[in-house]
């Protein structure tokens, strides 16, 4: 579904990413792991239009989509979960939720897919009409996992889901991107909390300043010495 080819790309003055190449298949839930600063926002942002990279190219099903804009991609079907949520905290949670579906003209779907928001959170049914920037951090998060649904992705980047919640609300968290992914949306997900990122995961791709350093199997990475001291803990 998608391919990144040798890209490179600069943050500012500095080459954030530096000629790393993914692939994500078709149904698959793939991971990005590393430390702060290694790249994994930017490769994100660099998939999803924010950023145009210097060189490589980005394939989306067998299109090249390197100099498609930001909004173009939401149309074919690529949304993200920027890092820090990042939802408009002065409009309510149903507003929220109608921007995410801003590039569809088919209300009733766009209905329809609100109340299966609704059914997938059932707390954002309740905060319907609150306003975003009053929701707690996880209840924020589900909004803006919600949000980047209403536009009916075939891929969704997902930048740290995990950050700054409680372990219960993580497990939450996951276990409706794990749905997500079941019900057949495609998953690229950048997390720091590498353990439940691997546990989580079809494949994983670990990376170090700007380079992919390893890459295989979840499981396999869950194994691997090398990967359990740096990013386990161990």
């Known amino acids: 579904m998608l391919e990144l080819r040798n890209i490179h790309t600069y943050y500012g003055s500095i080459r954030a990413v530096r000629g790393i190449s993914i692939i994500v298949n078709n149904g698959e839930m793939v991971c990005l792991i590393g430390a702060n600063g290694a790249g994994k926002s930017t490769t ?21 989509i390197t100099q498609t804009s930001a909004e173009d991609r939401v149309a074919l079907g690529i949304s ?8 408009f905290a002065d409009m309510t949670v149903l507003e929220n939720l109608e921007l995410g579906a801003y ?25 319907q009409k609150q306003r975003g920037g009053s929701l707690s951090g996880g209840e924020q998060q589900m909004l803006a996992i919600g949000r980047a649904l209403m536009c009916r992705p075939r891929l969704l980047l997902l930048d740290e889901p995990s950050l700054g919640l409680a372990p219960l609300i993580v497990k939450q968290i996951f276990e409706i991107i794990q749905q997500i992914n079941a019900d057949g949306t495609t998953i690229l997900l950048v997390e720091q909390n590498a353990q439940i990122a691997l546990q989580v995961t079809n ?4 990376m170090e300043t700007g380079e992919i ?11 691997d010495e090398s990967v359990r001291q740096a990013y386990l803990g161990e």
């Not at 994100?44 to 090249?64: H, N």
């Not at 993200?80 to 939802?87: D, H, K, N, T």
Request: no cysteine.
């Open 103 to 127: 590039t569809r003209k088919d209300k009733q779907g766009i209905r329809e897919d609100i109340d299966k928001m609704f059914q997938f959170f059932p707390v954002l049914r309740e905060r």
């Open 44 to 64: 994100l942002m660099t998939t999803s239009g924010i950023y145009t990279p210097v060189e490589g190219s980005i394939y989306f099903e067998d299109r090249d």
């Open 80 to 87: 993200q979960v920027p890092e820090g949520r990042l939802i």
């Open 203 to 206: 494949r994983g791709y670990v």
């Open 213 to 223: 350093t390893i890459e295989g199997a979840s499981a396999d990475l869950l194994a």
